[in-house]
């Protein structure tokens, strides 16, 4: 039996897990709306000009959207409001990892991008879209965390901090909007599969990493239960892995 269609945004689309959301849902006659900032590194350069390929009828691609400048968030708003006629999910994928640096190492302007990029700009999503999605009869609003949100692992503070920031905005969501329809939970992930993660952890048990396609799944799996009773939860998502269990920390993130 084909799945019923559903209307997504994935904001954050040039990132791994965006791109992939991206290419699961926009088949199947959904509707999708896909949101980037401009590239700015070549990997998200690549990953735009995927996103553009699944352009279609059903699919647009916003690829300037800033979701830290109010301009870009009333535009996606309006395009929202143009395109898709009733209820829709939120899928925010943006964020920003500054890889392994003790709090000294680290500066304040970068530690604002980690803010910026991890949690004002899901609470500025959820201020421009939550009234549509009430207006419109609820959905399911999911955001991202981490695993270190729950072992505060060092040279890693201000991830760490942003990402309980993650967590609680998306609680704080659940609990305002349920009686609205709107369904908000977190999944706090372990490192994903992807090129730069191997890049910057090269001693990583990558056996154990999660694929991004098995986090779909995940994501898919919640948007379709007929159930809202899972709100405000953060469902964790990890595979067994010999050397976590097994090893140090500081020798699995050795360079
Ligand atoms: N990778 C992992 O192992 C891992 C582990 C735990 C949690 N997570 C979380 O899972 C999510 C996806 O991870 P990922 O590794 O696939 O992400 P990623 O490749 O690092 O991409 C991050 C995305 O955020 C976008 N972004 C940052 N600031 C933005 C802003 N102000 N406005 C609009 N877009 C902005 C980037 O856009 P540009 O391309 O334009 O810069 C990029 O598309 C993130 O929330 C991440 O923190 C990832």
Known sequence: MSKEQQAYVITGATSYLGEELAKYYSSEGNKVLLTSRKPISER???????????????????????????SSLDQLRDEIKRFIPNKFHVINCVGYFPDYKMIEDMSIIEAKKVFDSNVLSLYN??????????????GHFIGFSAHTAYQHYPKMSAFTA?????????????????????????IALATLDTEEERRIKPKGDSSSWLKTDEVCTIVDNLIRSSSNLINGSIIHAYKYSKTYFGQSYFDRIKK
């Open 162 to 186: 942003a990402k309980i920031a993650v967590e609680s905005l998306i609680q704080g969501i659940s609990n305002e909007y349920l009686e609205n329809g709107v369904i908000a939970n977190t």
């Open 125 to 138: 999503v959820a201020h421009k879209l939550i009234p549509l999605m009430c207006e419109r009869g609820g």
């Open 44 to 70: 998200s350069r690549k990953a735009s000009e995927c996103l553009e390929k699944l352009r279609n009828d059903n699919v647009i691609y916003l690829s300037d959207i800033d979701l830290i400048v109010e």
